[in-house]
Nanobody, 122 residues
Framework: QVQVVESGGGLVQAGGSLRLSCIAS????????MGWFRQPPGKEREGLSC????????YYDDSVKGRFTISRDNTKNAMYLQMNSLKPEDTAMYYC???????????????WGQGTQVTVSS
């Protein structure tokens, strides 16, 4: 059974930092691109960043470019999101997902985590 679990969310003041982690079990992540998504209150879920299975290629939405950094460690079956210079508009539930191929953008995610809440106070 595949499980994807996010952690690291919390309450932080504007300008602060958080590091989210995503740990997968029940499969090896080596063959999957992985991405971070978020869903702000009352809004639709949006894609933030994606990293290829090899970790060589990665992409960011303009809203987080320059502030967030995605990374992965296939030996630990893990992916991370370092979030710096956080803003109140970053407040959302953050989700980790595995995409059904080695490269980003090849289809709807195959596996999702339950999410971790990030709240940024002004």
């Amino acid at each position: 059974q595949v499980q994807v679990v996010e952690s690291g969310g919390g309450l932080v003041q504007a300008g602060g930092s958080l590091r989210l982690s995503c740990i997968a079990s029940g499969l090896g992540i080596d063959d999957y691109a992985m991405g971070w998504f978020r869903q702000p209150p009352g809004k639709e879920r949006e894609g933030l960043s994606c990293i290829s299975a090899s970790g060589i290629a990665y992409y960011y939405d303009d809203s987080v470019k320059g502030r967030f950094t995605i990374s992965r460690d296939n030996t630990k079956n893990a992916m991370y999101l370092q979030m710096n210079s956080l803003k109140p508009e970053d407040t959302a539930m953050y989700y980790c997902a595995l995409e059904p191929a080695r490269h980003c953008g090849t289809g709807a995610p195959a596996y999702w985590g339950q999410g971790t809440q990030v709240t940024v106070s002004s």
